[in-house]
């Protein structure tokens, strides 16, 4: 009888271990794929949700986190736009502003994508969402370099929108 009911806690507690693992390597998979996996583990992984998500769940989860990450970045380049006196310097953020108001538009059409199975248009807007800040990042140079706090935002934004384009590879089976 003892042996029964050891047996019986033991297979309750492999069963939770290997069901908290499957989302874990979920995330763990999807990070692996993108440019930086640490910092998209960390992200992923911030939001309660990803915790209990199937690939579509983290789907939704990805995008949301994106979406705060593009609306941040717009925010912080709007405060440094207005508090620069350098006039290259303005021109860059004015450029930069552009770029993530176009990251912020792509990531919004997003959910209307995933809820129509349109993985196609999902991974286009998705693209077009990580070269936002990328192509923000271009505009500074040894003369004009970029502030750490855009950059370390635009390396987040950049690995989440990887993110998403690494599941939407997966849902639509590449």
């Known amino acids: 009888m003892a042996f029964t009911h ?10 939770t271990i290997s069901v908290a693992n499957v989302t874990a ?7 692996a794929k993108t440019l930086q996996p640490a910092t998209c ?3 992923l992984r911030s939001d309660p949700r990803s915790k209990t998500s199937d690939l579509v769940a983290l789907e939704t989860v990805a995008i949301d986190v994106a979406s705060v990450q593009a609306n941040s970045g717009q925010s912080l380049v709007q405060s440094l736009q207005s508090g620069a006196t350098d006039p290259k310097l303005k021109e860059i953020y004015s450029s930069c502003l552009e770029n993530y108001g176009d ?12 809820k129509s ?3 196609g248009s999902l991974g ?7 070269d936002g800040p990328a192509t923000c990042d271009e505009n500074f140079s040894s003369s004009s370099p970029e502030p750490s706090q855009l950059k370390d935002g635009s390396v987040k934004l950049q690995t989440i929108c990887s993110a998403v384009l690494a599941i939407n590879n997966n849902l639509s089976g590449q």
């Open 6 to 15: 050891n047996l019986r806690f033991l297979f309750a507690v492999i069963l």
């Open 25 to 31: 390597d979920l995330v763990d998979d999807i990070c």
């Open 41 to 43: 583990t960390q992200l």
């Open 103 to 114: 990251s912020v538009d792509s990531i919004g059409q997003l959910p209307g994508f995933l």
């Open 117 to 119: 199975k349109d993985y």
């Open 124 to 130: 286009s807007y998705a693209s077009a969402a990580l």
